[in-house]
């Protein structure tokens, strides 16, 4: 499966914006899907993901409540809708995915697939 992760740049504190991770060669249904960032200097972390068939979410503590992961099968696309975002939700967030099972969806190393990155930049 090859992904395509859009939607990213310039956004304001509080304002929202969202992601969209376009898969293409494989149908969505057959991965666990997740979201994850890396902002300057720090190591790749867990966002949020969702189970194959979108019955089961998990979120980062530091999203929970403000972040919403979310698919369409029939687009074949994954989307994260940053809510209320802060200075310091600035970062690269990728798309990735993995047929590993649901205890794994928040573990960046278990995902065999990845997108190539949006930036996503806000401002206060």
């Known amino acids: 499966v090859q992904l395509q992760a859009s939607g990213g740049g310039l956004v304001q504190a509080g304002g929202s914006v969202r992601l969209s991770c376009a898969a293409s060669?494989?149908?969505?249904?057959?991965?666990?899907m997740g979201w994850f960032r890396q902002a300057p200097g720090k190591e790749r972390e867990f966002v949020a993901a969702i189970s194959r068939f979108g019955g089961s979410t998990y979120y980062a503590d530091s999203v929970k409540g403000r972040f919403t992961i979310s698919r369409d099968a029939a687009k074949n696309t994954v989307f994260l809708q940053l809510s209320s975002p802060k200075p310091e939700d600035t970062a690269v967030y990728y798309c990735a995915a993995t047929t590993g099972p649901l205890s794994t969806l928040t573990i960046p190393g278990m995902y065999h697939y990845w997108g190539q990155g949006t930036l996503v930049t806000v401002s206060s």
């Open positions: 060669g494989r149908s969505i249904t057959t991965y666990g």
